[in-house]
């Protein structure tokens, strides 16, 4: 499996054009071009790329095909369509590398301030009874750090330790394509998607055998209430692929499958090593979990993430203390790790009859979460409340946090269209970030129910890009060239090529006109051309008025059973290239 998707996307369109996806329009902003014509420089921070790079987007061929590739089922996909139809947004989002530091750096900051013993006994003091029984070791599976980033502002906004969605997201990113020549992409882990896949395994691994267990982990059980009908269903058969690949045995239940016997806990009459825990009844009270909370309070079973876990990190009361300077300094945390906190953790307070009139007065620049809440229910923007609202927090055991805008993702070309929301989600394992994702939505919170929103794979500058977008002179840069029906090459300027492909402008020039477009990326030295990259190459037409319209090829090319139908008919000739070529060099 290649490290990362894009740069295995770019390598296949250069070794088999054929199989290259149609054309979409191109983003010319990832890298800073300078052409002959003009030296005007693109940005190329995340923000301008989320602003207008829509040359990445979901294959749902791929898809498909991951899905069959990774469970032997391709209704699969039937399933994730009917079940989930928004679960993967259209497009990945873009941040920088200096974004995911400061994620991993508030990670870092909030283990160490748990792993104090003043914040353990506050923390499990307020909690029910079972959250003090030991785990015997085990840490606690996918904890999802929530985070929104707004231009220079980062804030976290929720921890979780249940965090759904990993699965879906090593799918997500075997499903990507480009079409864009210029981009440069990093995948969301520093191994890729298969590399997340052995984490997961590991940490499994890891929690069952820090609690004690010798002998190898051989039967795991999803637990969550009806799972067939839940609707990150999907997810947990891929779960159960990926245990099942490594040879150990699966089983998803509903909590009143499982039956406590003989000092065992069992579901089908079969002993349960390890219980990877998705319900949403944190502290096992629930009748229904009865059999699993004698197993897990008898340590006989390995229940993960488990009451602890979320008595100590994701009870919304957590992010209060997180954000109390005078209390943090009382348990003991030191004066740097309370800046850090102080800096990215949006200050946060309960509600209560006493401070009512002010946060309604403040209610705007704020966002009310309940205490026991999860998934985003209940949660409120402040300038979205009504009178009747507010009397039910004011008496319902809420937080207030000051709000942090999400991030903007614009995901069609249209300016007409507003952008959408997204919040980075960094899933992490003992302090560790394993993978970083995004979930692109509209309206007050994340909610899986917007056309074209859903998990979006998260792509990263790097150093190199990101120092070339703000001052250092440019490293890499793409040309583009229209080639006619009489083989006659012109170079497109690249500020005017942008500006066709955002629909800023038309040009009366190119009107009705229809041509194969070469976009070659290449290395700069002296702010000249040095040596091609890549090449890309595809059908372009301009409407009546000048409109840039991109196209699959001309009608009287297309060939409906053959693999040449994409993008064959748009290489160049031998001669074509060469004049390419000379004109690329020429400017230089």
């Given at each position: 499996m290649p490290t990362t998707t894009l740069t295995y996307a770019l390598e296949k369109c250069l070794a088999e054009p054929k199989e290259v996806t149609p054309f979409e329009p191109v983003c010319l902003i990832l890298e800073v071009p300078v052409t002959a014509s003009s030296s005007r420089k693109c940005g190329t921070t995340a923000a301008a790329l989320n602003e207008a790079c829509f040359c990445v987007s979901l294959d749902q061929v791929a898809l498909t095909n991951a899905l069959s590739e990774q469970l032997g089922n391709p209704e699969l996909s039937e399933l994730l369509k009917s079940r989930c139809p928004h679960v993967f947004a259209a497009r990945p989002v873009f941040v920088s590398s200096l974004r995911l530091r400061q994620v991993n750096e508030v990670i870092q900051v909030i283990e160490q301030t748990v792993s104090s013993p003043g914040w353990r006994e506050h923390a499990l003091d307020s909690a029910p009874p079972i959250a003090r029984h030991d785990p015997r070791g085990a840490r606690g599976v996918f904890f999802g750090y929530d985070f929104h980033l707004d231009d220079d502002k980062l804030?976290?906004?929720?921890?979780?330790?249940?965090?759904?969605?990993?699965m879906l997201n090593v799918l997500l990113a075997r499903a990507q394509r480009s079409c864009c020549s210029g981009v440069v992409g990093l995948s969301p882990g520093q191994e890729g998607p298969g590399g997340f896949e052995r984490s997961i395994l590991d940490m499994f691994a890891q929690e069952w055998s820090t609690s004690g267990e010798p002998r190898p982990l051989t039967r795991v059980v999803i637990l969550d209430e009806s799972p067939q009908a839940q609707y990150l269903y999907p997810e947990f058969l891929l779960f159960?692929?990926?245990?099942?690949?490594?040879?150990?045995?699966?089983?998803?239940?509903d909590p009143a499958d499982l039956a406590f016997h003989n000092e065992s806990l069992l579901v089908d009459g079969k002993p349960v090593d390890l219980v990877y825990n998705r319900l949403t009844d944190f502290y096992l009270e629930g009748d229904n979990c009865s059999a699993l909370r004698s197993a897990y309070l008898a340590d006989v079973v390995t229940v993960t993430p488990h009451p602890q876990a979320y008595a100590l990190y994701a009870d919304k009361r957590r992010l209060v203390d997180l954000t109390n300077g005078r209390f943090l300094e009382e348990i003991g945390v030191g004066q740097q790790i309370r800046a850090v906190l102080a800096q990215y953790v949006p200050l946060t307070v309960p509600v209560g009859h006493g401070n009512a009139e002010h946060l309604w007065q403040n209610r705007r620049s704020l966002f009310f979460k309940p205490v026991s809440g999860f998934g985003?229910?209940?949660?409120?923007?402040?300038?979205?409340l009504t009178k009747r609202v507010w009397e039910e927090i004011v008496g319902g055991n809420y937080v207030a946090q000051s709000l942090v805008a999400p991030g903007e993702r614009r995901t069609v070309a249209d300016p007409q269209v507003r952008p959408m929301k997204f919040d980075l989600r960094a899933y992490a394992y003992a302090g560790e970030v394993q993978w970083n994702a995004a979930r692109v939505y509209q309206g007050q919170t994340t909610n899986f129910r917007t056309e074209g929103g859903g998990f979006a794979p998260v792509f990263t500058l790097g150093e190199e890009e990101e120092r070339a977008g703000s001052t250092e002179q440019p490293s890499h840069a793409s040309f583009t060239f229209l080639l006619d029906e009489t083989s006659a090459v012109e170079e497109l300027p690249h500020p005017l090529y942008l500006a066709l492909v955002r629909a800023e402008m038309a040009t009366s020039k190119l009107a009705g006109k229809r041509f194969r477009l070469a976009d070659w990326y290449v290395a700069m030295e002296d702010g000249h051309p040095s040596k091609v990259i890549r090449e890309w190459y595809g059908w372009v037409a301009f409407d009546a008025d000048g409109a840039y319209h991109p196209e699959i090829g001309p009608p009287e090319n297309r060939q409906p059973n053959s693999d040449d139908k994409v993008n064959s008919t748009a290489l160049p000739t031998r001669e074509e290239h060469d004049r390419i070529e000379a004109l690329l060099f020429k400017s230089g």
């Open positions: 804030g976290l906004i929720e921890i979780n330790t249940n965090a759904g969605g990993a159960q692929r990926l245990f099942e690949s490594a040879g150990i045995d699966c089983l998803i239940a985003s229910r209940g949660a409120y923007r402040g300038d979205k």
